[in-house]
């Protein structure tokens, strides 16, 4: 199967699979709360969409933000001319986003991405209302150590090649971390972290992807956080 552009790719592939669909996706929003009517939030790093049309259907205020033209585009034919998509990089200032506009802030497996992650979360803290609420889900250092690098305790750049994304093989660059700075950079940037989650995957897994769900059942994959605003 070809694609026009590695969005439309992963737009495909991501829509069912396993780490996303029955492992991320369902751990990420256990953690919203019960009610998003009227919520102001900023899905930062929001890919094709996915998140941010679940949110906006039940009734949040949506700003999406991506740095590929590409996962925007797609993004906003997702969310159906409603929400507001905007194409930027989470590593520059958000100067669209007035101080203390959104209440909460939602960035799924993003921040790896990020070398440096002070910048970033200060933002996020400057357009976050008091007493709002950070959540994003990230690689989880364990499993980033598996990958690769030589110092668990420093902040490394990592390339995978992922393959499955049509014809030609894409490298792809992150950052790898310890956990111990994960909680520096937050308390850092003005947040008290109120919950650590390491999911494990849903039980429909089993039947779906079966090796999958062995391996996610006894070694983490991703972590989430949970921080209020200080």
């Given at each position: 199967?070809?694609?026009?552009?590695?969005?439309?790719?992963?737009?495909?592939?991501?829509?069912?699979?396993?780490?996303?669909?029955?492992?991320?996706?369902?751990?990420?929003?256990?953690?919203?709360?019960?009610?998003?009517?009227?919520?102001?939030?900023?899905?930062?790093?929001?890919?094709?969409?996915?998140?941010?049309?679940?949110?906006?259907?039940?009734?949040?205020?949506?700003?999406?933000?991506?740095?590929?033209?590409?996962?925007?585009?797609?993004a906003q034919r997702r969310l159906g001319g409603e929400g507001r998509v905007v194409l930027a990089d989470?590593?520059?200032?958000?100067?669209?986003?007035?101080?203390?506009?959104?209440?909460?802030?939602?960035?799924?497996?993003?921040?790896?991405?990020?070398?440096?992650?002070?910048?970033?979360?200060?933002?996020?803290?400057?357009?976050?209302?008091?007493?709002?609420?950070?959540?994003?889900?990230?690689?989880?250092?364990?499993?980033?150590?598996?990958?690769?690098?030589?110092?668990?305790?420093?902040?490394?750049?990592?390339?995978?090649?992922?393959?499955?994304?049509?014809?030609?093989?894409?490298?792809?660059?992150?950052?790898?971390?310890?956990?111990?700075?994960?909680?520096?950079?937050?308390?850092?940037?003005?947040?008290q972290i109120e919950r650590i989650v390491e999911p494990g995957p849903q039980p429909q897994m089993q039947?779906?992807?079966?090796?999958?769900?062995?391996?996610?059942?006894?070694?983490?994959?991703?972590?989430?956080?949970?921080?209020?605003?200080?």
């Open positions: 199967m070809e694609f026009d552009s590695f969005a439309a790719a992963y737009d495909h592939f991501s829509r069912d699979n396993a780490y996303n669909e029955q492992y991320e996706r369902p751990a990420m929003r256990a953690l919203l709360p019960e009610s998003l009517q009227g919520l102001r939030i900023l899905d930062a790093g929001c890919a094709v969409g996915y998140h941010a049309a679940w949110m906006q259907e039940r009734g949040a205020r949506v700003v999406a933000v991506d740095n590929d033209p590409s996962m925007v585009e797609l989470l590593g520059q200032p958000l100067g669209f986003l007035d101080e203390g506009s959104v209440d909460l802030v939602f960035c799924s497996l993003t921040m790896h991405y990020l070398a440096d992650w002070k910048s970033t979360l200060k933002e996020f803290h400057r357009v976050l209302a008091d007493g709002g609420r950070l959540l994003f889900s990230t690689h989880h250092p364990c499993a980033d150590h598996s990958w690769g690098g030589s110092d668990y305790f420093a902040v490394e750049r990592l390339t995978q090649i992922w393959s499955e994304f049509g014809p030609s093989p894409y490298e792809m660059v992150f950052y790898r971390r310890p956990l111990s700075a994960m909680v520096a950079d937050l308390g850092g940037a003005g947040f039947h779906t992807a079966r090796e999958t769900f062995a391996k996610l059942s006894h070694h983490p994959w991703f972590i989430l956080f949970q921080a209020m605003r200080l």
